[in-house]
């Protein structure tokens, strides 16, 4: 049975320890962009991390700040003949020194994504 709330305490969920509020160095609030130094509790017996709804929405936040900075772009998968294809930008093809003609291969790091790299 999880511990009542006491004096503000806040108790782990998993193994019903006190939990400690603690600087994270580093945490992905949302998959691929990461915050640093970060408030949070952290449990001393199991790790786990819980986060105030104060705390969530201030990391929710910072997530969408980066989001306006970090260099990406959008772009749709085309069909040329039997093959997929996908639009570099300029900028990043500057970015990386690409150019026409370079060789690149292409290897899998997820069932969502692959990396494309020059060789």
Known sequence: MVKALQEGKIY????????????????EFEEGITLHSLPGYKCSSCNKNFFTEEQAQEMAARTEELKGSIFSFKRKVLISGRSL???????????????????VKILPVSNDGFLVKKL
């Open 85 to 103: 294809v996908v639009g570099i930008p300029v900028e990043l093809a500057d970015h990386i020194h690409l150019k026409a003609g370079t060789a």
């Open 12 to 27: 782990c969920a998993r193994c019903d320890e006190e939990m400690k509020l603690v600087i994270l160095p580093r945490y």
